[in-house]
């Protein structure tokens, strides 16, 4: 399942992953930081939604109470609680 998230509090506008079952594939963010966003989703690749949620999930940014990261774990969790309902 390809799901498209949009970002709320960061410098990056859009997150795209794809799941298999809880498995989160091919993150690719749009804008922001470019160097953490290429690690970002090769650090992720291959992990559970709970996984990234336990590693990146609550990470804030700069005095913002949320990071790219952050909202990566939401995407990953909405994402997966979508897949649920289909």
Sequence with gaps: MTYTYKTKGTCST???LELEGNIVHNVKFTGGCNGNLQAIPK???GLT???VEEKIGGISCNGRPTSCGDQL?????????ASKQA
């Design 73 to 81: 774990a939401k995407a990953c969790r909405e994402a997966y609680e």
């Design 14 to 16: 859009q997150i795209d």
């Design 49 to 51: 939604v709970e996984q």
């Design 43 to 45: 650090l992720v690749e």
